[in-house]
């Protein structure tokens, strides 16, 4: 009993004397009056959202049971526009129990020149009203220790409640600044020259903090701590700057071991504010233990740095930063540690993020002198030395060796009874917890095991209920319905039982694609119950197949069957009727679903499917067909052209009063007008109906029927032929040329004999007119250049076959018109021009009248072809009589370019023949013109050649001697003038008659008066050219 009583005397004790010296500290009694008064600075600015549009921002309804995180922007003024000047961030939760929280702050970071820092705000009670007044708390930067108010006002002008703009007031005091006005330039100069480091009240507040323990400040300086992330605590309180001040101290140690005999401590100590504003130890560190330095790069200012300790307990949690006020007082607490460290410890720390040689320079220039004391033998004597070269020395504290050695014995006495007590009590706690471990370590097996058997049955049963529900959903793939295998093995495929039969068959390929590999767990595929269900949907899709497929084939050949017995169907006498297949496409989309289906179950099914369709229909086309040629021939009248245009023996008139037979090219345009749209519908039809993958075509009334608007009958086209109508999926895109193949083998069997109808129009067509073959061919190949689809492909082959039709009946009239222009009578003399000749002029006009579309390479051949027979001819005609050659032939040359003239100015290929015979007319005029001239100027050109030859004989005087005498004979006979006239003029009287001589032989010999002025006019002028030329070269010879 009586150690527990000496153990609580000694506790009250102490703690007496901890009270007694609080009390009588004279820091604790330093009266506020001493302090100079601190100044105010007053700031305004606005909270708002940053500049975003309105229109992309929606507003979010606050709770009042939620956390409220923002981040918006500080601008100094209302507007959106105004400049902004930093951002607010915080993290409040607005309910009762966390209105003295931590966490309710409110950070507002200053990014200017002049302003850089933060504050930061306490937000306790945080209430819905228009006017707040909150707390400033602390600081960092230019704001660092800064206490005051902060009033939070809504404006009044707001576009929406969920994003209000604030406008906030502060009123901000400051430690340690003048009484001079808040903002001046002298203020702030003043306050970056003086430095809490020479704060002597600072400097005794924080000896008096430490004071017992033999160490000396060697210097003092005021800092912000806070941190750079959120602590392990979780506090968002931790992050908030807090007022700190750190202090450098030292003490000297007496050692015997070592030769010198003492040995240097310094730490770094750091001290808080207490409540009554007094400083208190916070945390020690021994500088021996500093391992870096680094200035925190985040901070604009510079004035952030963090001190690393290499002997701290747990190096993941960040260290703790510390924020000067000013670069100054960085670089002095930095300089002024780093020198302790290389001067007493011997050793430097690693020093990041900042330059050395820059703070070597600042200290140079910013080096002030302090005081420091020195022990000496003759007692403690002041000296001033230079910062930079400042050594730590310590000053030893005289105590009572006597006093001291009293106070440790009696407080020894007391603390070991104590300690002895709470020895025993702590032995008896040990013995009991161990008994208390040993049962619990028990129990804790005891219940391991227990949870490890109801793991297991857990485990049992979760895997027990999965295997029950994989067990369930494999019977519902196994189960068929009742309702669908009814349908599948004896249902009717009557309509109203189609949808029945469609459910069915997508009942049917969904449970045979479940019960396949990708879609089927491979164990489950491997079971005999699924082998032995997946055979019996087989013996279902082969049962149902083969039903199908037998219903189609005769439910097609009942539809073709009904409507060929039924008359109204077809064309009648005196009725032309477009065939209408819209009521036999309606019943068939009734079944194209099913057909889908078939061919997802079984596409081997389709081909007999189509080939009977393909059957059934080819006879109902080929009927239609058969039937309107048939009354298209009887109803169209028109008379017939002959088909002898240049034959020799026939009138001249014969081939000029043609009657009109463009009936006869509108009644096979009507033909194509019809039939080819219903032949391309047919064919796209059957190729969706049949589901073989093509694009789909084009509708009835664009490309496809040749630019014509449509039936000549009142009927509208109101059939549509996409694919939609069959299934409404239209993705289907893609083609083999399997399917190509198949398609065109099948258009084959459903097409093949209608063309036999086409050739008996063509034909009829020929027979009445043969020249209607050029519009006909025209409309052919207009219609063929408007299939392009793969659908089309028999009805692209139809059209060809009918063109080549069509060209060859063409071709038989040119060969037989260039027969007949060959059977001309060789053997009788033909005088004049020839009778095919203007004949083929009325050929060609008329020719050109029925050109259509692509037809003229085709006229241009048939050209080509006549005029060469034509020329051929007429140069053999010619060669029967060569006297009168070169007249016959230029007289028919003639008449070919004036029957041809206008026509050789709008077609190509007959002005090249133009020409052609123009040349064939000059040569021939040539020619009969120069034999006219010899003929009638023999003698002359005879003197000339003997003269001529004279002149080879004897030499050039001489004969021109010869020619003096010769005409100087009449002067020297006396001949008068008269005579020597009428002398002359006998001579050339014999000239003048041989002109007219062979002009009246020229007239004689042609039979075109119309052309004997030009053929004068040819002849006077090569006979002067004959006569020019023969002076010129006897003038030459002379």
């Given at each position: 009993?009586?150690?527990?009583?000496?153990?609580?005397?000694?506790?009250?004790i102490?703690?007496?004397?901890?009270?007694?010296?609080?009390?009588?500290?004279?820091?604790?009694?330093?009266?506020?009056?001493?302090?100079?008064?601190?100044?105010?600075?007053?700031l305004?600015?606005?909270?708002?959202?940053?500049?975003?549009?309105?229109?992309?921002?929606?507003?979010?309804?606050?709770s009042?049971?939620?956390?409220?995180?923002?981040?918006?922007?500080?601008?100094?003024?209302?507007?959106?526009?105004?400049r902004?000047?930093?951002?607010?961030?915080?993290?409040i939760?607005?309910?009762?129990?966390?209105?003295?929280s931590?966490?309710?702050?409110?950070?507002?970071?200053?990014?200017?020149?002049?302003?850089?820092?933060?504050?930061?705000?306490?937000a306790?009670?945080v209430?819905?009203?228009d006017?707040?007044?909150?707390?400033?708390?602390?600081?960092t930067?230019?704001?660092?220790?800064?206490r005051?108010?902060?009033?939070f006002?809504?404006?009044?002008?707001?576009?929406?409640e969920?994003?209000p703009?604030y406008?906030?007031k502060?009123q901000?005091?400051?430690?340690?600044?003048?009484?001079t006005?808040?903002?001046?330039?002298?203020?702030?100069?003043?306050?970056?020259?003086?430095?809490?480091?020479?704060?002597?009240?600072?400097?005794?507040?924080?000896?008096?903090?430490?004071?017992?323990?033999?160490?000396?400040?060697?210097?003092?300086?005021?800092?912000?701590?806070?941190?750079?992330?959120?602590?392990?605590?979780?506090?968002?309180?931790?992050?908030?700057?807090?007022?700190?001040?750190?202090?450098?101290?030292?003490?000297?140690?007496?050692?015997?071991?070592?030769?010198?005999?003492?040995?240097?401590?310094?730490?770094?100590?750091?001290?808080?504010y207490?409540?009554g504003?007094?400083l208190?130890?916070?945390?020690?560190?021994?500088l021996?233990?500093?391992?870096?330095?680094?200035?925190?790069?985040?901070?604009?200012?510079?004035?952030?740095?963090?001190?690393?300790?290499?002997?701290?307990?747990?190096q993941?949690v960040?260290?703790?930063?510390?924020?000067?006020?000013?670069i100054?007082?960085?670089?002095?607490?930095?300089?002024c540690i780093?020198?302790?460290?290389?001067?007493v410890?011997?050793?430097?720390?690693?020093?990041?993020g900042?330059d050395?040689?820059?703070?070597?320079?600042?200290?140079?220039?910013n080096?002030?002198?302090?005081?420091?004391?020195?022990?000496l033998?003759?007692?403690?004597?002041?000296t001033?030395?230079?910062?930079?070269?400042m050594?730590?020395?310590?000053?030893?504290?005289?105590?009572?060796?006597?006093?001291?050695?009293?106070?440790e014995?009696?407080?020894?006495?007391y603390?070991?009874?104590?300690?002895?007590?709470?020895t025993?009590?702590?032995?008896?706690?040990?013995?009991?917890?161990?008994?208390?471990?040993?049962k619990?370590?028990?129990?804790?097996?005891?219940?391991?095991?227990?949870?490890?058997?109801?793991?297991?049955?857990?485990?049992?049963?979760?895997?027990?209920?999965?295997?029950?529900?994989?067990?369930?959903?494999l019977?519902e793939?196994?189960?068929?319905?009742?309702?669908?295998a009814?349908?599948?093995?004896?249902?009717?495929?009557?309509?109203?039982?189609?949808?029945?039969?469609?459910?069915?068959?997508?009942?049917l390929?969904?449970?045979?694609?479940?019960?396949q590999?990708?879609?089927?767990?491979?164990?489950?595929?491997?079971?005999?119950?699924?082998?032995?269900?997946?055979?019996?949907?087989?013996?279902?899709?082969?049962?149902?197949?083969?039903?199908?497929?037998e219903?189609?084939?005769?439910?097609?050949?009942?539809?073709?069957?009904?409507?060929?017995g039924?008359?109204?169907?077809?064309?009648?006498r005196?009725?032309?009727k477009?065939?209408?297949?819209?009521?036999?496409?309606?019943?068939?989309?009734?079944?194209?679903?099913?057909?889908?289906?078939?061919?997802s179950?079984d596409?081997?099914?389709?081909?007999?499917?189509?080939?009977?369709?393909?059957?059934s229909l080819?006879?109902l086309?080929?009927?239609e067909?058969?039937?309107?040629?048939?009354?298209?021939?009887?109803?169209?009248?028109?008379?017939?052209?002959?088909?002898?245009w240049?034959?020799?023996?026939t009138?001249?008139?014969?081939?000029?009063?043609s009657?009109?037979?463009?009936?006869?090219?509108?009644?096979?345009?009507?033909?194509?007008?019809?039939?080819?749209?219903?032949?391309?519908?047919?064919?796209?039809?059957?190729?969706h109906?049949?589901?073989?993958?093509?694009?789909?075509?084009?509708?009835?009334?664009?490309?496809a029927?040749?630019g014509?608007?449509?039936?000549?009958?009142?009927?509208?086209?109101?059939?549509?032929l996409?694919?939609?109508?069959?299934?409404?999926?239209?993705?289907?895109?893609?083609?083999?040329?399997a399917?190509?193949?198949?398609?065109?083998?099948?258009?084959?069997?459903?097409?093949?004999?209608?063309q036999?109808?086409?050739?008996?129009v063509?034909?009829?067509?020929?027979?009445?007119?043969?020249?209607?073959?050029?519009?006909?061919?025209?409309i052919?190949?207009?219609?063929?250049?408007?299939?392009?689809?793969?659908?089309a492909?028999?009805?692209?082959?139809?059209?060809?076959?009918l063109?080549?039709?069509?060209?060859?009946?063409f071709?038989?009239?040119?060969?037989?018109?260039?027969?007949?222009i060959e059977?001309?009578?060789?053997?009788v003399?033909?005088?004049?021009?020839?009778?095919y000749?203007?004949?083929f002029?009325?050929?060609?006009?008329?020719?050109?009248?029925?050109?259509?579309g692509?037809?003229?390479?085709?006229?241009?051949?048939?050209?080509t072809?006549?005029?060469?027979?034509m020329?051929?001819?007429l140069?053999?005609?010619?060669?029967?009589?060569?006297?009168?050659?070169?007249?016959?032939?230029?007289?028919?040359?003639?008449?070919?370019?004036?029957?041809?003239?206008?026509?050789?100015?709008?077609v190509?290929?007959?002005?090249?023949?133009?020409?052609?015979?123009?040349?064939?007319?000059?040569?021939a005029?040539?020619?009969?013109i120069?034999?006219i001239?010899?003929?009638?100027?023999?003698?002359?050109?005879q003197?000339a050649?003997?003269?001529?030859?004279?002149?080879?004989?004897?030499?050039?005087?001489?004969?021109?001697?010869?020619?003096?005498?010769?005409?100087?004979?009449?002067?020297?006979?006396?001949?008068s003038?008269m005579?020597?006239?009428?002398?002359?003029?006998?001579?050339?009287?014999?000239?003048?008659?041989?002109?007219?001589?062979?002009?009246?032989?020229l007239?004689?010999?042609?039979?075109s008066?119309?052309?004997?002025?030009?053929?004068?006019?040819?002849c006077k002028?090569i006979?002067?050219?004959?006569?020019?030329?023969?002076?010129?070269?006897?003038?030459?010879?002379?």
């Open positions: 009993m009586l150690p527990r009583i000496i153990f609580c005397f000694a506790v009250v102490a703690i007496a004397v901890v009270v007694l010296l609080a009390l009588l500290s004279p820091v604790s009694h330093k009266s506020s009056s001493k302090n100079p008064s601190r100044p105010w600075l007053a305004s600015m606005y909270i708002q959202h940053p500049h975003i549009s309105r229109s992309s921002v929606q507003p979010v309804a606050q009042d049971a939620g956390a409220f995180v923002f981040h918006r922007a500080l601008t100094e003024g209302p507007k959106n526009t105004s902004i000047v930093g951002k607010a961030q915080g993290f939760i607005p309910i009762e129990h966390f209105a003295d931590a966490f309710n702050i409110i950070y507002l970071t200053f990014e200017t020149p002049k302003l850089n820092g933060s504050l930061s705000i306490q306790n009670n209430e819905h009203e006017r707040q007044e909150l707390t400033v708390v602390g600081g930067g230019y704001f660092a220790f800064a005051g108010l902060a009033v006002m809504q404006t009044k002008s707001q576009s929406s969920a994003d703009t406008h906030v502060l901000l005091r400051f430690p340690n600044r003048s009484q006005i808040p903002g001046s330039r002298r203020l702030k100069e003043y306050e970056m020259a003086k430095s809490s480091a020479d704060d002597e009240e600072l400097r005794r507040a924080c000896e008096a903090a430490i004071e017992g323990t033999k160490q000396k400040i060697v210097m003092s300086i005021r800092v912000a701590k806070s941190r750079g992330i959120w602590g392990k605590s979780g506090r968002l309180g931790r992050n908030m700057a807090k007022p700190r001040v750190l202090a450098l101290s030292g003490r000297t140690i007496i050692c015997a071991v070592k030769s010198k005999g003492q040995e240097t401590e310094a730490f770094l100590r750091v001290l808080k207490s409540s504003g007094v208190e130890p916070a945390k020690l560190y021994k021996k233990h500093l391992s870096k330095v680094e200035v925190v790069t985040n901070d604009p200012s510079g004035c952030t740095f963090t001190l690393g300790f290499d002997n701290l307990r747990s993941s960040a260290p703790p930063q510390w924020t000067m006020r000013n100054d007082d960085r670089n002095r607490l930095l300089l780093l020198n302790i460290c290389k001067d410890l011997g050793c430097l720390p690693k020093v990041v900042v050395i040689v820059e703070m070597a320079l600042w200290a140079k220039e080096t002030p002198s302090v005081t420091t004391q020195r022990n033998q003759d007692g403690p004597v002041a001033t030395v230079p910062e930079s070269g050594k730590v020395t310590v000053e030893k504290e005289l105590v009572s060796q006597v006093e001291e050695e009293d106070i014995a009696l407080l020894g006495t603390v070991l009874q104590g300690l002895e007590a709470a025993s009590c702590v032995d008896d706690m040990d013995d009991w917890l161990g008994m208390f471990n040993v619990l370590r028990h129990m804790r097996e005891d219940i391991e095991s227990i949870e490890s058997r109801n793991n297991k049955l857990e485990m049992q049963s979760v895997n027990n209920k999965s295997l029950i529900e994989e067990l369930d959903k019977l793939r196994l189960c068929v319905p009742s309702e669908y009814a349908c599948l093995t004896g249902g009717s495929f009557d309509e109203a039982r189609m949808l029945q039969n469609v459910e069915a068959c997508e009942w390929t969904g449970a045979l694609r479940g019960l590999v990708p879609n089927l767990d491979p164990s489950y595929a491997k079971m005999r119950a699924v082998k032995d269900k997946r055979a019996e949907l087989e013996k279902l899709k082969a049962t149902f197949v083969r039903r199908a497929s219903f189609l084939r005769n439910y097609f050949a009942s539809l073709v069957d009904f409507m060929i039924d008359k109204s169907y077809f064309s009648q005196g009725q032309l477009r065939p209408d297949h819209a009521d036999l496409r309606y019943k068939c989309r009734t079944y194209a679903r099913l057909l889908q289906h078939l061919k179950l596409k081997s099914c389709l081909g007999p499917l189509r080939k009977a369709y393909c059957s080819n006879l086309l080929r009927r067909a058969r039937e309107f040629a048939n009354e298209l021939r009887a109803s169209t009248k028109a008379s017939r052209n002959p088909t002898v240049l034959e020799a023996s009138g001249g008139s014969q081939s000029g009063n009657a009109d037979t463009s009936a006869v090219s509108d009644a096979y345009a009507k033909m194509l007008t019809i039939f080819i749209p219903l032949l391309v519908d047919e064919s796209s039809f059957f190729a109906f049949m589901c073989f993958e093509v694009p789909a075509l084009a509708p009835p009334g664009g490309v029927n040749g014509k608007s449509g039936s000549y009958d009142d009927d509208t086209n109101d059939d549509d996409g694919i939609l109508d069959i299934d409404d999926n239209d993705s289907k895109a893609g083609k083999t040329s399917d190509l193949q198949s398609l065109n083998e099948s258009l084959q069997d459903l097409l093949d004999g209608i036999e109808d086409f050739y008996a063509v034909d009829w067509a020929y027979k009445i007119d043969p020249l209607r073959c050029i519009s006909m061919h025209g052919t190949e207009r219609y063929l250049s408007g299939q392009k689809a793969d659908a492909g028999f009805v692209r082959l139809l059209l060809g076959a063109e080549s039709k069509i060209s060859m009946q071709s038989k009239f040119v060969d037989e018109a260039c027969h007949q059977r001309n009578e060789r053997n003399r033909q005088m004049g021009v020839l009778s000749i203007p004949r002029a009325t050929l060609a006009t008329r020719m050109e009248q029925y050109i259509q692509q037809s003229r390479d085709l006229v241009d051949q048939a050209y072809k006549f005029v060469s027979v020329f051929a001819t140069e053999k005609l010619a060669q029967t009589d060569p006297k009168y050659a070169d007249i016959f032939l230029l007289e028919n040359y003639a008449a070919f370019q004036n029957s041809l003239y206008d026509l050789a100015n709008v190509p290929t007959l002005a090249k023949f133009y020409h052609q015979a123009s040349e064939a007319y000059e040569q005029c040539t020619r009969h120069s034999m001239i010899y003929y009638q100027f023999e003698r002359l050109f003197f050649r003997k003269i001529e030859d004279l002149m080879f004989t004897i030499s050039a005087e001489e004969v021109s001697m010869l020619l003096i005498v010769l005409f100087q004979i009449p002067f020297q006979l006396g001949l003038k005579d020597l006239r009428k002398m002359l003029k006998s001579s050339l009287s014999g000239v003048d008659k041989s002109i007219t001589a062979m002009y009246k032989k007239q004689k010999n042609l039979t008066e119309e052309l004997l002025p030009s053929l004068w006019d040819k002028g006979r002067t050219t004959h006569v020019d030329s023969e002076v010129e070269g006897r003038r030459e010879g002379i």
